[in-house]
């Protein structure tokens, strides 16, 4: 297929740049796989159509305040440091603006002097390696000086970083939300475990490369981005009694949706298991472990909306974003989202 397949019009109005005033008031398109029949519904109806039986799987990735701006020693001139993986003792690889002031040897200052850094590589892509110091613990001075690396196409500052949390975020180490889980709230999830559904959680660290934009016109010719995982026995087992038992295995966004379908390549029985994938998913893909996905609406032309039109069906998918944009729904990451299933 063609990259061209999967683009779409969207009106710029349409891009959220802000969170829904509460997180799970936002809309809920619902897409029947089998017959592409549509209906709206607004998010904390989702229980009346997730069953008692079902379990959702959902990604407890945590996002680093992974933003933050340095002042050069012995000068004014500010620089953006975005972090991008931690290499070890303080050691981080990052992307760095403007370039051209930040050589091996130059040291900067963040949060008034609650961090210093040195940059000590610049490597061939033109990231830069720096060493981070600080007093008390580096996460911790992080939360204080950073802010969220929200994607390019939301210009608006968010005011509370917590809304680009997911309620149940618990592993640092993401650049970007695993956004889908931001509908719901913590009442929301215990009023679906009271009903009878399952939870449960996989990590996958979403990495810059998310944002990356499919260039070939042959989508077969596009490289993923590797985004480490982990899966915990427990998730594992829950997922092999659900489907003992015939229930769903319904994934919360696109990286949940990765993640099972990495593990599930192992065949048989799901284990637990943790590894770095780069898997693509596209339509012709056959799905081993998802029967439903929680998702919002992705940019066109990208790897999300291939996902998600492999799992619905292309024709049904790319109707689903015709309609969207026709009844004004909210696009990408503080947008609305569609249960599939």
Known sequence: MKRSDFFYDLPQELIAQHPAEQRDHSRLMCLDRESGEIQHRTFFEIGD???PGDCLIMNDS??????IFGVKAGGESVNEFL??????NGVWETITKPGKRAKVGARFVFGDGLMTGEVIEVKDDGNRVVRFECDGEFYSVLDQIGQMPLPPYITERLEDKERYQTVYSREIGSAAAPTAGLHFTKELL???EEKGVSLGYVTLHVGLGTFRPVKADDITDHKMHSEHYYMPAETAELINR????GGRVIAVGTTSCRTLESCGRMGGELKECDGWTDIFIYPGYKFTVIDGLITNFHLPESTLIMLVSAFAGYDSTMNAY????EEKYRFFSFGDAMFIG
């Not at 972090?83 to 070890?88: E, I, K, Q, S, T």
């Not at 015709?322 to 944009?325: E, F, G, R, S």
């Open 49 to 51: 159509i997730i069953r």
């Open 62 to 67: 945590r996002v680093l305040p992974a933003r």
């Open 83 to 88: 972090l991008l993986n931690a290499v070890g």
């Open 190 to 192: 215990a009023r679906l």
């Open 242 to 245: 659900t489907k003992k038992n």
């Open 322 to 325: 015709k309609t969207a944009v």
